[in-house]
């Protein structure tokens, strides 16, 4: 008696276990035969083409802890200001997981896109892509909204004093080798242009200037700081040549 009792406690003890505790992930196959990883005990129920779901016994916790893991087995990839896990043996891009509970069965869900959702991104495009297209500013933006978002601003050729951190704050990025991007409001008798400059993981570096609805880019290979006439101004350069004409952006501050 007391060994059918012992034997049925290990039972119960281990259900439980099993039913609340994040344990072990595993594959399963989809109604099409795409392989996916998800947690132990778990099995295919339902496919709408974005979002995939998996029934278990399981807790919801214990889904959503196995979830976690199940996911970062894929490579990790960010693109379009997003992380997703690209499953490559099943090609699809899993943007989120989300376990619920449910009776009889709990359930895991993946939302997901076919294929690899970043394929070409780079980190160049990312950065540029978190700053937001040049195209589609508002050309009547004021100095006060400018700084507001972390703009350099430039009214009447004098640097405004509390954007300058922001050019600061680029200037070191550069000397550092860091991609990155930069964005300046240059106000010349109440007209504004907006000039980005991007440094790019290959050392170049692209100009994209608007003024009005007009866009010209153009990528140099260095930029730099020169005095002309008195004033201290941020260039560009397509050469290396001592001799070459700087092209000119916009004043910054003198050097300390």
Same mark, same amino acid.
């Given at each position: ?5 012992? /034997? &049925?406690?290990?039972? /119960?003890?281990?259900? +439980? ?8 992930? &595993? ?8 392989? !996916? ?60 997981? &989300? ?14 896109? =076919?294929?690899?959702?970043? +394929?070409? !991104? ?6 540029? !892509? ?12 004021? =100095? ?33 080798s860091q991609p990155s991007y930069f964005r300046t409001l240059v106000i010349e008798n109440g007209v504004n &242009? ?6 790019m993981s290959d050392t170049s570096i692209v100009v994209s200037m608007r003024k009005g609805d007009s866009v ?10 020169? =005095? ?27 050097? =300390?």
């Amino acid at each position: 008696m007391k060994k059918g009792l012992k /034997i &049925t406690g290990i039972v /119960i003890a281990s259900a +439980a276990v099993l039913y609340m505790m994040p344990f072990i992930t &595993t594959d399963t196959e989809d109604y099409a035969g795409r392989v !996916w990883r998800v947690p132990f005990a778990s099995s295919y129920a339902e496919d709408s083409g974005s979002a995939i779901t998996f029934k278990s016994i399981r807790s919801a916790y214990a889904l959503n802890s196995d979830a976690a893991n199940a996911v970062h087995s894929y490579t990790e990839k960010k693109c379009y200001g997003k992380t997703y896990y690209y499953n490559a043996d099943s090609n699809v891009s899993i943007s989120s997981y &989300t376990a619920s509970a449910g009776f009889p069965l709990n359930s895991v869900t993946y939302e997901y896109a =076919e294929n690899d959702a970043c +394929a070409g !991104w780079t980190d160049d495009d990312e950065i540029a !892509w978190a700053a937001g297209s040049i195209n589609d500013i508002d050309m009547n933006i004021d =100095e006060d909204k400018a700084i507001e978002n972390g703009w350099y601003v430039v009214k009447d050729g004098t640097p405004v004093s509390s954007s300058v951190p922001f050019y600061n704050g680029f200037a070191r990025l550069v000397k550092q080798s860091q991609p990155s991007y930069f964005r300046t409001l240059v106000i010349e008798n109440g007209v504004n &242009t907006i000039i980005d400059v991007q440094y790019m993981s290959d050392t170049s570096i692209v100009v994209s200037m608007r003024k009005g609805d007009s866009v010209d880019i153009q990528t140099y290979s260095y930029v730099g700081t020169e =005095e002309i006439d008195g004033t201290t101004v941020f260039c560009a350069y397509y050469g290396s040549g001592d001799q070459e004409k700087p092209n000119v952006l916009y004043p910054v501050p003198a050097a =300390e």
